[in-house]
């Protein structure tokens, strides 16, 4: 079983639709969770942390479940300019160890 | 603040060649990334530095890749022979320590032919 797993896509969603992005992880004793977007030929950028609570940036919420090892990105009013790989990482040692998930690629048309 | 400057940003070797990387990070980042990404995956890691200290290389292919750090500032990720499975992005990313946030280089693409 691979470390971080995500959905494999790619989505492709209406401009206005609301999509979601489902990412799991093999190790418990993970600390710290990120959402990554990565433009096209770009270097991936930090899109938002997840926090235990859940957290919510402007049309985007991250949500972790530690019991069943399972993060989500929810995108809310999607915009053409979502389009992009949204990559999942775990820290499994307090920054010493970033995993980095395969990528879920996300198309939005007009 | 200045980013990760990487170089070069493309190169294209024939297979058996030998190859580096260069990469500068942000002025008093004390952890270093390389990271290989190939096109359709995710970055796997392959050696992470503290200062000049290598923390985790056990992804590394040590029999053709080396990467050094020697000063705690700028790092060179060599490969030495180039094979056609090594044609990837090499990011480089750095983190201040207590920090959780990553910033990486724009990367250099390798086309191993």
């Known amino acids: 079983r691979k470390e971080v797993e995500q959905d494999p896509g790619p989505f492709n969603v209406p401009e206005g639709a609301t999509v979601a992005f489902n990412c799991t992880y093999s190790?418990?004793?993970?600390?710290?969770f990120f959402w990554y977007r990565q433009d096209c030929r770009k270097e991936p950028k930090l899109l938002m942390s997840?926090?235990?609570s859940g957290n919510e940036d402007g049309r985007f919420t991250a949500q972790l479940n530690r019991a069943s090892q399972y993060i989500s990105l929810l995108i809310r009013d999607s915009k053409l300019s979502d389009s992009a790989t949204y990559l999942c990482?775990?820290?499994?040692?307090?920054?010493?160890?970033?995993?980095f998930g395969p990528g879920t690629r996300l198309s939005v048309l007009p | 603040e200045a980013g990760v400057a990487q170089s070069p940003r493309y190169k294209i070797i024939e297979k058996r060649q030998s190859v580096a990387f260069w990469c500068n990070p942000i002025s008093g980042h004390a952890t270093l990334y390389w990271y290989q990404q190939i096109l359709g995956q995710g970055p796997k890691l392959l050696i992470q530095f503290q200062n000049n200290g290598v923390v985790d290389d056990s992804q590394l292919p040590k029999d053709r890749f080396s990467a050094e750090r020697l000063k705690g500032v700028d790092s060179t990720l060599k490969i030495q022979p180039a094979k056609l499975e090594d044609s990837a992005v090499y990011l480089c990313a750095s983190r201040a320590i207590n920090n959780y946030g990553y910033t990486f280089g724009s990367g250099t693409r390798l086309t191993v032919v």
């Open positions: 190790n418990s004793a993970s600390q710290s």
């Open positions: 997840v926090y235990s």
């Open positions: 990482v775990v820290n499994e040692n307090y920054g010493q160890n970033f995993v």
